[in-house]
């Protein structure tokens, strides 16, 4: 028992010199620890007023102040320049500003457009003066100004788009509305290269406001374009996928050069008809182009013989229906009541006057589809 209680009693003491030993730790730590002080040079902001003062005649201080960039400082974009009295013995030189910094958005879109890619423009091929750029206003016609710099404006600009646009109609389509502002693609407008894509796309285009309803009544024009286009041949063989089997709407009314069909330059004038469908249609003529793409056929009052026709047509259609249903339904109730009648006399049917080679066999007439076909 004694040697139990000696035992015990030392493991007790060496927790208390654990203990006190932690507890004196921090203390000894704290004695020993130094405060050491650092003193850093830090150089001044640059501000813009600075740098003006060697670049003054690339920039003007008034113009970038009331710029869209004008609360920035220069290091905002020319971020490589950390020290102006090195920078301006060419130790830091500035690199290739990054706007993606801060327009990350756009800069993504634009990255793989075929401005980027195939031309290698940068930002400010567009956003020129880059120091005084000011914010867009929303007005449609400053994209046509900026567009037509570097894109030909002939077609375009006499088109009944951009005469609307001009004039301040905001409903009416712009380069951007079509093309995109940063995310523009080649096959957008190469029919020869990309014709399978580009006929989607400027169909798909095109269909995104003719087919808005609201905005076609706003604006005075026929509000049922797309779906009476989408009830012809061109339109529904569209529909299933082959673009490039069929006219879609560039192909008859061109891409950029969209005019009224009264304007004498339309390709849809009355005039320029057969040359137009003969593009595709070998042999058309002045018989063929009486074909209406967007004819409602509904419409009893434009278009009167269609109207009928049509009704004509689905009356006769009902009409066979009708009949072969009834037809049936009297030689199914013939058929049923013969046989009730015979079964009643009792009389049998013998197998040799149908001369069929194994009596009591089912012979299956038609398979499930033209069973479904006869209902």
């Known amino acids: 028992m004694s040697e139990k209680r000696i035992t015990s009693r030392w493991i007790a003491a060496g927790i208390v010199a654990v203990a006190l030993v932690a507890l004196l730790m921090p203390g000894v730590a704290s004695a020993q620890s130094k405060q050491v002080t650092l003193e850093v040079t830090l150089p001044a902001p640059i501000v813009k007023e600075k740098c003006l003062e060697c ?10 102040t009331n710029s869209v960039h004008g609360n920035n400082s220069c290091t905002s974009c020319h971020a490589d320049i950390i020290d102006v009295d090195k920078h301006a013995i060419g130790e830091f030189k500035p690199g290739k500003v990054q706007c993606g910094a801060c327009h990350e958005v756009q800069f993504t879109e634009y990255k793989d457009s075929v401005h980027r890619v195939k031309n290698d423009f940068e930002c400010t091929a567009c956003h020129t003066p880059i120091h005084e750029v000011a914010k867009w206003n929303g007005k449609k016609k400053s994209i046509i100004e900026k ?3 570097c894109h030909g404006k002939e077609d375009y600009v006499v088109s009944g788009h951009a005469e609307a646009a001009l004039h301040g109609n905001e409903d009416a389509p712009v380069c951007s509305d079509c093309h995109g502002l940063h995310n523009t693609r080649a096959l957008h407008a190469n029919m ?18 003719h087919g808005d309803k609201e905005m076609m009544t706003r604006n005075g024009l026929r509000t049922d374009v797309v779906d009476t286009y989408e009830h012809t041949y061109h339109g529904k ?10 006219a879609g709407c560039a192909d008859c009314h061109t891409t950029h050069s969209i005019k009224p069909k009264d304007d004498p330059a339309s390709p ?5 008809l057969v040359k137009n469908c003969g593009k595709c249609h070998d042999h058309a003529n002045a018989n063929f182009v009486k074909f209406r ?4 056929f509904l419409d009893r009052h434009a278009y009167p013989e269609l109207f009928w026709t049509v009704v004509l047509m ?56 033209a069973r479904v076909m006869h209902i």
Do not use: M
């Not at 020869?192 to 406001?209: D, G, N, V």
């Not at 793409?293 to 409602?296: I, R, T």
């Open 293 to 296: 793409p967007h004819a409602d």
């Open 55 to 64: 670049h003054d005649a690339q920039v003007n201080l008034l113009k970038f």
């Open 192 to 209: 020869e290269a990309f014709p399978e894509e580009a006929r989607l796309f400027y169909t798909q285009t095109c269909k995104r406001c």
């Open 268 to 272: 849809i004038h009355p005039d320029n």
């Open 237 to 246: 063989i569209q529909k299933l996928g082959y673009a490039t089997h069929v």
């Open 147 to 149: 567009c037509t710099e």
């Open 314 to 369: 689905s009356a006769l259609l009902l009409g066979t229906f009708v009949f072969f249903w009834f037809h049936t339904l009297l030689w199914w109730r013939k058929t049923y009541w013969e046989k009730q009648r015979r079964l009643a006399k009792g009389e049998i049917l013998e197998a040799a006057q149908f001369d069929i080679a194994k009596p009591g066999e089912w012979y299956v007439r038609f398979k499930p589809i």
